[in-house]
């Protein structure tokens, strides 16, 4: 079970959201380097296979100050991260340590991160990837794209990467705006990254680590996903042109 976080004024009261989905074995260690770094872990079953769920609700007896959320059939990640996100209101948290559960972050760069976040509370700690050669060439250009994309609907370029899975969001500022996201699924870390900027939440970028294993399970779908990712900046660029005038107001005041 999850210990409910006791809140001092002005307190960072910081939580891991781990959703799982196909990636229950890699969990383990997930959770585990969580455990030992004492954050307390909000693990999202999202509609794992009998087997899987099975495996999480022994990784959330095996370990102390965890808790597992269930979901009955795959909802894709955001419904996962909404899912934590709420849990984590609930508990009493302050800020959200989202990881991804295949294990390809670098976890030692935890206690950065968490420090960055105590030092900077009102800001979305953000990291961006640093890949060594198992990296897929396709996934590294995609994510070029995207960012392309991304620094269009930001009218900005300070956001060096949109899709990496390994963020502290501030629930104050990050939770309204996830309950009114569109994607759910791969789409999910652009639309939050890209609608907090445009909230004006302040972003701070550090490297981390990322391998990709050669017997590790992907989940994306390199059609569909890909479908849902142009979906997703074609949605980010209608809004930001309703946006326009806010956008370059902000760039202007900033400049003076």
Not at 6 to 20: E, F, H, L
Not at 176 to 191: Q, T
Request: one cysteine or more; proline letters at 5%; a positive charge.
């Amino acid at each position: 079970m999850l210990a409910r976080a006791k809140i001092v004024d002005n307190a960072v009261k910081v939580c891991a959201i781990v959703p799982v989905y196909r990636h229950e074995n890699a969990s383990r260690h997930v959770v585990k380097s969580l455990v030992d770094l004492n954050i307390p872990v909000i693990l999202i079953d999202d509609g794992n296979a009998p087997e899987g769920h099975e495996i999480l609700v022994q990784i959330a007896k095996e370990f102390a100050n965890v808790e597992l959320v269930t979901h009955k059939c795959n909802l894709g990640k955001g419904a996962a991260m909404r899912s934590g996100m709420d849990a984590a209101i609930v508990a009493g948290f302050t800020h959200a340590l989202q990881v991804d559960a295949d294990g390809q972050h670098d976890m030692k760069a935890i206690p950065f991160f968490i420090n960055e976040t105590k030092e900077h509370p009102e800001d979305l700690i953000c990291g961006y990837p640093e890949y060594d050669e198992s990296v897929p060439k396709a996934r590294e250009q995609g994510r070029k794209i995207t960012n392309f994309w991304v620094a269009i609907e930001t009218l900005s370029l300070k956001i060096p990467d949109a899709m990496c899975g390994f963020r502290v969001y501030p629930l104050k500022t990050s939770w309204p705006l996830m309950k009114r996201l569109h994607n759910n699924r791969m789409g999910f870390d652009i639309e939050i990254i890209v609608r907090l900027a445009w909230s004006g939440v302040p972003m701070r970028f550090f490297p981390v680590k990322v391998n990709y294993p050669k017997d590790g399970v992907s989940n994306f779908r390199m059609f569909h996903d890909n479908v849902v990712i142009s979906m997703t900046h074609t949605m980010l660029c209608i809004g930001m042109f309703f946006r326009l005038p806010l956008l370059l107001s902000r760039r202007l005041f900033k400049k003076k």
